[in-house]
């Protein structure tokens, strides 16, 4: 269904393409501003900050290049008084600091603080106290057809923990690897939720696969459960839906908490669960 | 306080006597219907006045007109536009049923027009915010692709704007495209539109008056907050077989009219169809195939089964269809498209009860669906998918029309309508998984609703129309009642000026979501629910209208100020694209519904219009200023917003003249033409780029993937370059043996201004520096059609 737009933007591009010109109005101008982005977890194996700078489009030759930021100062601090400065690691193209070092807990509201040059950015999030597993992750193999393309289907669903506003990501990954470890998997699905109308009850989601590898052998997949704050939420459920300027459809600004520049400061608690085939 | 008590108390004595037929001196009634001489097209809105009593009525919907009057001889005057004035003498001394012929008006001469000739003068008329356009102009003014568009022509009006270049939708004083009651013969049209919004459904042959309500809406309107475009077909002619046919560059089209039974039963049919496909199929390969088309098919029937009954079977059917086939092996074949259209259907009957009460029941069906379908056919087997969307009406209305003396014309009425809504429903056969399923999201729905209203004349110089409407709609366990109060006044200051004053309170119960701006047929029409609150809205108007009888025009100036609340619009982020079927069948809930939200909307502004109607030059001349702002708490971080369309300045110059007339010894000749200017739309424009990235909840550490994602000025907060354009019209007639012949040579875009359709981020010539780039989708544009009456 997004192909009918996209038809009909290369039908006008290519139909009118003698019609295309500079604009004659006058564009807007702005500064460059700082982004910084940090997902904070208890089930990651640390806490990493990444801080760049917006680029102007018009009059600018730079497209997609954003080069880190890695000379600011980086503070990581919670709601109980303790702060850790956050240094640079060059391996993680970030600013990081080790679970053993700055440990993050469910429950505690941790603030990000960064200052470089004349920017001071802030970002604030709370971490959701609970994890929220899958009550069950089942995966069925439906058809193959003489091309080899193989059909999967996979549906899951968990329990919502009552009486709390919750927000969840579930995320899926397929992966064929011999070795140990996620190193080539690949996200297949995505979809973010919120409990709204429905605390306390059961939620679910599927997705069907299509397997056109033809490598043989079943897929398997990581299915992941995120239980996040609402910043994670909402900057997710427009990231995900964002597929680049479309001059027919609402421009979607991107959320931020972030005060004094761009990006988000947010926190999630992961569940994982493995369907093998 | 007591003499303000006696005088109410006098007031309403007043109006009570003046209701009551046959009071105090013998009265009676002279009614019958007004009609085109030789077709008997039967003529809406035709003046009958009484010059020596200065009082009269007007012909409604059918054709129906109706007077009461003590006895005693009269001189009576019926004008109508385009027609000759007739008068005629009566002496009432009994009930009376005369019917009224009228001819043609001769386009030799300028028409007279005196005080006494006189047609319903627009200061004289309590409605105000409502326009007429001649169906003739609708022919002569020139049009995209030579394409005669009844929507494009109401967009030249003040307080009309168009949605994008070349686009059919119409915004009035603020609303949106789905706030517009557009009705065919009594059936309401969802999707108006041809070829994305390019071209408007309604072919211009077959119609035979076109009424736009702007504000100040009768009680007998409901179901939408802006505006009510109603449209009628005509009959056919009851006298003799006649037609029309025209090729064009896009389309070509026919309508032949003429008697079932002489004088009593007549037929229409009209039709369109492009034909660019057609022309190029011989040239595709054989194995691939693509291309587009549009049809459309008006219908009407009728038959006068006595003075006192007719009935009229009416109906309209029409069809897009983008299509590609593909076959890229012998046994292998893909193929898809997309297609919409629109089925109605109307049977009335005219009852008149009384020579005073006249009655129409309607029985009316609608349909608008979408289909998206993609079908691959490998050795035989299949795999299908078909997504559609749509809508479905059952309509029951009985309206009566009643006119117990000169001072009052009351109208009461009732509907039921049987919504049947399908905002999404997916098919899928696959003979490989062996599966073929339906997954289809039905909502059923009423909308009902009663009304009764009153045109009051009050002394020579007051009119008053009260009115109130009581609506309600029931779904799914949940039933909304609403209230709608309506009222126009109207005070005539001078003969030729008045006053008028107008509040209306409207409610919306079915919505059009739409994520784009072109009006793509894939706009969601969709109903309220327990969670999607009707949209309301009331509008204040007031302004003079004033006619130039010497001149022969007439000039209305009004402001108005309007505001609506549960606006719907798409949340931030969400789309069409999101409403799957599948997930409400699981989830049970309307995945739509979760991806809207509601706001509020404002909308001020004032408009000009003069306008002459007769004559040998015709046209008119609207301006309007305007101011249109929106607030959602889910859009915009909760600030206040321009509407997209939200234009302050919209300028509309419309001339045709008609040099000559076509005579047997030389051609006839009209020219036409029309400027438009408008304030640039409102649009939300990137400014900056940053990374963004995607966190992947598998992947250990920073490895995040890196995505490029705009910073955007606030939302609509970039202006577009100003909006103007030209066009120019010139039509040929030859009379020849058996018919009269037209070519009519038109050119959009005189000037080739390069409007803006859409703006993308491109690059400067010869340079890497980003800039802000424009498409123009019509820059001149050439057409030649050639027509034939008979």
């Known amino acids: 269904m997004k192909s009918t737009l996209n038809i009909w933007i290369l039908f006008c591009l290519i139909a009118f393409s003698a019609c ?14 700082p982004v910084m982005f940090s997902f904070l977890s208890p089930e990651s194996e640390g806490s990493a900050v990444t801080l760049t700078m917006s680029v102007p489009i018009f009059g600018s030759n730079s497209y997609g290049n954003f080069d880190p930021i890695a000379n600011a100062q980086v503070t990581l601090s919670d709601n109980n008084g303790n702060s850790k400065v956050m240094p640079y690691s060059i391996l993680n ?32 999030t709370t971490i959701p106290l609970v994890m929220v597993p899958f009550e069950e992750v089942i995966g069925e193999k439906l058809a193959s057809d003489p091309n080899g393309t193989e059909r999967y289907f996979l549906k899951m669903k968990w329990k919502d923990q009552a009486s709390i506003k919750n927000y969840y990501r579930v995320n899926l990954e397929d992966f064929k690897s011999s070795t140990p470890g996620d190193t080539n998997a690949f996200s297949v699905g995505d979809k973010m939720y919120s409990d709204e109308g429905k605390d306390g009850q059961i939620l679910s989601d599927k997705y069907e696969y299509f397997d056109y590898s033809l490598s043989g052998g079943a897929p398997s997949f990581n299915a992941y459960l995120l239980n996040t704050d609402i910043h994670y939420y909402e900057y997710h459920k427009r990231r995900l839906n964002y597929y680049g300027d479309d001059p027919f459809s609402e421009p979607v600004q991107q959320y931020s908490n972030v005060k004094g520049g761009l990006g988000v400061v947010c926190s999630y608690r992961k569940s994982k669960s493995q369907v093998l085939l | 306080m007591k003499t303000t008590k006696l005088k109410c108390l006098g007031l309403l004595i007043y109006l009570f006597c003046s209701l009551t037929p046959n009071a105090q001196t013998s009265k009676f009634t002279i009614s019958g219907y007004i009609k085109e001489s030789g077709s008997q097209e039967l003529l809406l809105g035709a003046s009958i006045a009484i010059p020596a009593l200065k009082t009269g009525t007007t012909s409604n919907n059918y054709g129906f007109y109706s007077l009461t009057l003590p006895a005693g001889k009269y001189a009576f005057l019926v004008s109508y536009i385009g027609f000759e004035p007739k008068a005629f003498s009566i002496d009432l001394q009994k009930n009376i049923e005369w019917d009224i012929l009228l001819q043609p008006a001769s386009a030799l001469k300028e028409l007279v027009v005196s005080a006494e000739k006189q047609q319903a003068r627009l200061s004289e008329v309590t409605r105000m915010s409502v326009i007429e356009i001649p169906i003739q102009q609708i022919k002569d003014i020139p049009a995209l692709l030579g394409e005669k568009d009844v929507l494009k022509v109401l967009q030249l009006l003040p307080g009309v704007q168009k949605g994008g270049e070349g686009n059919s939708g119409i915004y009035v004083r603020g609303g949106g495209p789905d706030q517009n009651l557009i009705i065919l013969d009594d059936a309401i049209v969802y999707n108006a539109f041809h070829l994305f919004g390019f071209f408007s459904l309604f072919n211009g042959d077959a119609l035979k008056s076109v009424e736009l309500t702007k504000g100040g809406f009768p009680a007998r309107y409901g179901g939408r907050l802006s505006s009510v475009v109603e449209m009628n077909m005509k009959e056919g002619n009851k006298e003799k077989l006649k037609g029309e046919a025209g090729i064009g560059i896009l389309s070509s089209r026919f309508l032949l009219e003429g008697p079932i039974i002489k004088g009593k039963s007549s037929f229409l049919v009209s039709a369109r169809r492009t034909y660019f496909d057609a022309l190029t199929r011989p040239f595709l390969p054989a194995t691939n195939k693509a291309g587009y088309y549009f049809y459309d098919l008006n219908a009407k029937a009728n038959y006068e089964i006595n003075n006192k009954n007719k009935l009229f079977l009416s109906g309209y059917f029409g069809r897009d269809n983008f299509y590609f086939s593909s076959k890229y092996a012998d046994n292998a074949i893909d193929k898809g498209g997309l297609k919409w259209g629109n089925v109605t259907g109307t049977l009335r009957w005219n009852h008149q009860y009384t020579p005073q009460i006249f009655a129409n029941s309607s029985l009316v069906f609608s349909d608008y669906k979408f289909q998206l379908y993609q079908e691959s056919t490998y050795n035989g087997s299949v795999y299908a998918m078909r997504y559609y969307s749509g809508i479905r009406d059952y309509t029951l209305k009985h309206d009566i029309d009643y006119r117990p003396n000169t001072n009052h014309t009351i109208k009461v009425g009732a509907q039921l309508i049987r919504h ?31 009304y009764a209203e009153d045109d009051i004349k009050i002394g020579p110089r007051f009119r008053l129309n009260p009115g109130l409407r009581f609506s309600h709609f029931q779904v799914t366990g949940k039933n909304y009642f609403k209230p709608e109060p309506r009222l126009s006044m109207a005070y005539k200051v001078k003969s030729d000026l008045s006053i008028k004053g107008s509040y209306a309170m409207m409610n919306q119960y079915v919505h059009l979501i739409s994520n784009t701006s072109v009006g793509l047929p894939t706009d969601l029409w969709v109903p309220s629910t327990k969670n999607t609150l009707p949209q309301t809205s009331w509008q204040v108007a007031g302004g003079i209208a004033k006619d130039f009888i010497e001149k022969n025009f007439a000039l209305s100036l009004e402001g108005y100020y309007k505001e609506g609340s549960n606006i719907i619009a798409y949340k931030e982020g969400a789309s069409f694209f999101d409403t799957d079927p599948a997930d409400a069948s699981v989830s049970g809930t309307n995945t739509w519904e979760q991806n809207i939200t509601r706001g509020r909307m404002w909308s001020y502004g004032a408009e000009l219009l003069i306008q002459k109607k007769t004559g040998n030059f015709t046209g008119w001349i609207g301006y309007t200023l305007s101011w249109t702002q929106m607030q959602f708490n889910e859009l915009n971080f909760g600030q206040k917003f321009w509407a997209r369309y939200d234009r302050r300045h919209d300028i509309s110059l419309v001339g045709i003249y008609k040099v000559r007339d076509e005579t047997a010894s030389h051609n006839g000749i009209k020219i036409s033409g029309t400027w438009v200017y408008g304030t640039g739309n409102a649009i939300t424009l990137p400014i900056a780029e940053y990374d963004a990235p995607v966190h992947q909840p598998g992947h250990p550490g920073s490895n995040f993937y890196y995505n490029t994602a705009s910073q955007y000025t606030s939302r609509n907060q970039f202006r577009m370059a100003p909006y103007h354009r030209m066009d120019f019209g010139v039509q040929v007639q030859k009379k020849m043996k058996h018919w009269v012949r037209t070519w009519e040579f038109s050119v959009y875009n005189l000037y080739n201004r390069y409007n803006p359709y859409f703006y993308y981020i491109g690059y400067e010539p010869n340079s890497f520096k980003r800039t802000l780039m424009q498409i123009t989708l019509f820059p001149i544009v050439p057409s030649l059609s050639w027509n034939i009456k008979f």
């Open chain 1, 20 to 33: 295309q010109r500079v604009a004659t109005v006058k564009v807007p101008q702005t500064d460059p501003l």
């Open chain 1, 93 to 124: 193209t970030a600013y990081y600091l080790d679970q053993t070092e700055f440990k993050i807990n469910p429950g505690m509201t941790y603030t990000i603080e960064a200052k470089f040059k004349e920017y001071t950015l802030k970002g604030t």
């Open chain 2, 420 to 450: 049947q809504f399908v905002p999404s429903a997916i098919v899928v056969k696959d003979d490989y998984a062996g599966t073929n399923q339906e997954i289809k999201n039905t909502i059923y729905a009423w909308e009902n609703a009663i």
